[in-house]
């Protein structure tokens, strides 16, 4: 049986090769279960029954992945589930099969525009010594990357205990993380998207500046995930602009 299924996948490795013109090593490549359940601390629950959803987004998006050994460029569908810290891969959406890779620096997502690295750091990562961030400024001279990444907070239900409650289903809540790097494996700073907060990650020389910069437009680090991005990729856009004067 364990041979039919390796058989399988090996076949379906050459048929995910001849579709997207790539040569991945068939030892990096894992089938994916997409059954509708989660697998939690407090056992498999169905998604249905939990508010929130483990993906970023529950549609596959159109996608790239970057080879960086040879660097090859794959044009693909990904999906990104915050909850496992992986990325699905789908080649045909006509087709219910998915593959994820090997969490290895040696493939880069392109995910809806951004680049994503899988990033070894254990004072970044606690729980493990890798994860997968989201670059959204990369600085052109010697200042600091901004990234993010997410994570969630999975609540298991509770049962009522007396008449007068009612059950709480379980849920999934998620967080935006923000930090900025000059040498993400190495060292980082963590943002707090607080307007007041967020001035304690500049230098002491440039907090006054870009104390002057954020209240001259108006930047509270407030409104929706989409305002708060564009807010932050501003800000270390200034940031950087001061520390190479």
């Known amino acids: 049986m364990k041979k039919i299924i390796r058989l399988s996948l090996i076949l379906f490795c050459v048929s995910l090769n001849a579709q997207i013109g790539i040569e991945f090593n068939p030892s990096d490549l894992q089938s994916v279960n997409t059954y509708n359940s989660l697998n939690t601390k407090s056992g498999f629950i169905d998604i249905d029954d939990i508010i929130g959803s483990p993906y970023l987004d529950d549609n596959f998006k159109n996608g790239k992945i970057i080879e960086t050994v040879n660097n090859q460029i794959v044009n693909t569908h990904l999906r990104y589930s915050i909850f496992q810290d992986k990325f699905e891969i789908r080649p045909n959406l006509n087709e219910d099969k998915t593959l994820a890779l090997k969490r ?68 999934l809540d998620t967080d935006i993380h923000y930090f900025i790097s000059k040498n993400i494996t190495k060292d980082f700073i963590e943002l707090d998207d607080h307007r007041r907060r ?20 108006n930047y509270k680090l407030r409104g929706d995930d989409a305002e708060i991005e564009n807010q932050m990729i501003e800000i270390i856009s200034h940031y950087n602009s001061l520390l190479n004067k």
């Open 198 to 217: 967020i001035l304690d990650s500049f230098d002491s020389n440039l907090k006054s500046e870009m104390k002057d910069f954020m209240k001259s437009k």
């Open 104 to 171: 290895s620096s040696n493939y880069e997502f392109i995910y809806d525009g951004i680049k994503v690295n899988l990033v070894l750091n254990n004072k970044l990562f606690q729980e493990k010594d890798n994860g997968y961030v989201f670059l959204l400024l990369e600085s052109e001279n010697d200042g600091y990357n901004l990234y993010k990444r997410y994570t969630q907070n999975f609540t298991p239900p509770k049962e009522a205990k007396t008449s007068y409650d009612t059950d709480k289903p379980a849920r």
